[in-house]
């Protein structure tokens, strides 16, 4: 009998699917998907680079409620929280001597500022940070740091966190070994006079000294200088500012499910970008994919559950959107979180962290993914930016994984514009995460 | 008896060159040329940007005259003159209605300057110089003038030609008709933000109006503004300053020859760069390219002409070094001239302005190139930026035109350095230039 009741209701439940979600015909029409490009077209074109806690983010709040809003979402709300912000000065660097010439620099999240005649100081330079580690303090005082280091592109974008270390360990270890400054060689893969920015955060204790990026060309030329074997002069100027507590906030959206009772899917990305350039690929992408898939389940019917879009705040300065997310919604029950955070090449890869109860839903997903060139990855880890806290909770998790070999090309520099975007790719994405939709939407166990 | 002692004549010529330089082996060993590369290495590391008329390129004649020296040639030497001198300040613009952002831009070469504060105006745009031609003073009075354009790349770069009148005429007309300032698409085939700047010169009577060139993703995101329809207003601090006439040079080397009487082969490049780059493709691998060939040459034994080697001066900001050698040499007989300066990509075609009786002599240049995979071109046609007014004179020249399909990817923009050189590309130059002079350099006829 019960066997008999559960596959009545496997029945009843696959039929009510059928009806609203066709996985495979909803996942194909989104091969021809516009509502995720129109989306990332807009937000780069009609605000452009929106530094996190800036007027420029609050614009592009503003315009994603009225986006969201006109595309049908329901729910439309600002959840604003309040952060520290720091924003970018003047940024030039030069070689004094042996061979004076400038060199293309950028500012760190949270340098220190030099004043704004600049700092000169001799080079002392490293191939690692355990280097620098290693060397004893008398080395580096009173003198500017460089960190080399030679990150390699990778499909999964894993270089991103060993050869991360220059930028986020870098100035901390610099400063406390009494350097008066550093420049490190870009975290990216192009070769390019375009720095690549990113956060760094000056642990407890360690003043705040000048912290740049140099463009790959250019620590490639610095590293020529050196090697002449002459002492090697910098002069630095770098004069960004902490402009105290501002607010900023995530922007949320609704898709209400038939079944209000049943804990919601959670899909979005990041509203906030890096100041150089208009953040096509970090992260209008990532907000325009999940939303369009949103919309294209909102089109065909309404799902059993309630999918949530969420355009976090704040994330590349700190995470800041997903832990006030964390903090006000992370105690509700969440079926699954899906964040889109790493550009717009293909996905190539699921992974999924839904528990072993669930590891059915895990394989229909894997199935429906599969004709769109996407192989399965791990059933027991998945990861995402704004997410990651909550992924570490224990929420069930998704990650459609992107093909990131092109990825730290662009990545935080100013070359991340909408040109970059190609369409074909971010219509494959946009499937995936429609066809991902249509089914965990409509699961109906708990 | 005069056959048999034109035959005899012809067969001590040619044993003459077996002797000093076997063609073939002269060229297939310049495959593995150090030269090219370490001189290119050099001047771009050791010196970096040189704009004309400044103490940067001042340095480099310094570098140039004792790298000649140390590489052996005779009679090592500069040739000064005098010219005006035009310096970039600050750059930069803002849209700052209705999509507050900032953009890319560079200054043009004798672009007018803004108060430290900048302009603001209304953006009138433009499809094309006709389009501006076109439109009525009163459309653009006041205004800001964009000019678009859609250069492709061609691999001769005949592109550069046609689509090049923005940057050369559009400034000008601009001014006639009353705008404030102009701002043109980059002269350009990548898709960076480095806007591409260059040379243009205000016509008589028309008052110098700041004149920038934006990106092609900045041109793309002003086109994609302008096309809500809304007013699109632009600020624009560009603040360069002419420093009154300074000091250039060409520096100029000889490998002399074993008869001083006959005419020398002049072959050369030039020294100074755009300020924005290292001038790596343009033009130190030029310079490296033929004085590497000459080299060769001059290690394989004297050859019968003087080989002169002229790095000009300031030929980015008008053929300076061109015109002072023409004034100075250009009435002394040249048995040909060439000049070598589109980058360092491979010579694809080699085109001959010998005249007529010297066919022969252009067909065996044909034959000797034809291994590194050129072919054959014209007859009666060659080119060369610096040789240029010298060959409208009349003086025989030789084009080893070289692929130029991504030349302007880099051209005038901060990305021209030294990691663009492809060293197996550069190599097959110096064969090419090593197998030509070894030809031309030896060839005994008047």
């Known amino acids: 009998m019960k066997t008999v009741l559960a596959l009545a209701c496997l029945a009843s439940a696959a039929t009510a699917h059928a009806q609203t979600h066709d996985v495979a015909a909803l996942r194909d029409a989104a091969l021809q998907d516009q509502y995720a490009l129109e989306i990332t077209e807009g937000l780069t074109t009609e605000i452009g680079p929106r530094l996190a806690g800036t007027e420029a983010e609050a614009r592009a709040r503003t315009w994603a409620v009225a986006k969201l809003t006109a595309l049908g979402f329901s729910n439309v709300r600002v959840e604003s ?23 293309a620099v950028t500012a760190l999240g949270n340098s220190g500022a030099t004043p704004a005649s600049g700092i000169q100081g001799e080079i002392v330079a490293f191939e690692s940070v355990d280097a620098l580690i290693a060397a004893p303090d008398s080395a580096v005082r009173g003198k ?3 960190i080399d280091h030679a990150m390699p592109p990778t499909q999964d974008g894993s270089s991103y966190g060993a050869f991360g270390r220059p930028r986020r360990e870098g100035p901390t270890i610099a400063s406390r070994k009494g350097a008066v400054g550093i420049v490190v060689r870009s975290i990216g893969t192009d ?13 407890d204790g360690a003043k705040p000294i000048p912290a740049g990026a140099l463009s790959n060309p250019d620590a490639d030329q610095l590293k ?4 002449r074997g002459r002492p090697v002069k910098l002069k630095l100027v770098l004069t960004p500012r902490n402009i105290g507590i501002r607010q900023s906030g995530n922007v949320i959206a609704e898709v209400p499910g038939r079944d209000r009772s049943l804990p919601p899917v959670l899909v979005g990305g990041h509203l906030d970008s890096w100041d150089l350039g208009t953040g096509a690929v970090d992260d209008a992408s990532g907000v325009a994919i999940t939303a369009a898939a949103a919309k294209r389940i ?29 903090a006000k919604h992370g105690k509700e029950p969440h079926y699954a979180i899906a964040e889109s955070d790493f550009g717009a090449d293909k996905v190539w890869q699921v992974n999924t962290k839904l528990g072993m109860a669930r590891e059915g839903e895990a ?10 060139g996407i192989v399965p990855g791990s059933l027991t880890e998945a990861d995402g930016s704004d997410i990651g806290p909550m992924i570490a909770d224990g929420v069930p998790a998704i990650a ?12 935080h520099t100013p070359d991340d514009t909408f040109d970059k975007i190609d369409p074909a790719a971010m219509r494959q994405n946009v499937a995936a995460w429609t066809a991902m939709l249509a089914i965990v939407a409509n699961t109906p166990a708990k």
């Open 81 to 103: 929280f309040d952060m520290p912000v720091w924003v970018r000065g003047d940024e030039k660097a030069w070689v004094t001597a042996p061979f004076p010439q400038p060199l």
């Open 144 to 146: 500017i740091v460089f």
């Open 191 to 203: 070769s390019h006079r375009n720095p690549h920015t990113g956060v760094q955060t000056f642990a």
């Open 224 to 227: 020529r200088i050196l090697k």
């Open 298 to 326: 909102m089109d065909a019917g309404q799902p059993l559950r309630t999918i949530r879009v969420v355009w976090f705040g704040a994330e590349e300065v700190g995470l800041f959107g997903g832990l006030d997310y964390r």
């Open 363 to 372: 394989k229909a997903l894997q199935q429906a993914l599969a004709p769109l």
């Open 400 to 411: 459609l994984s992107q093909d990131g070999t092109h990825y730290f090309d662009l990545h």
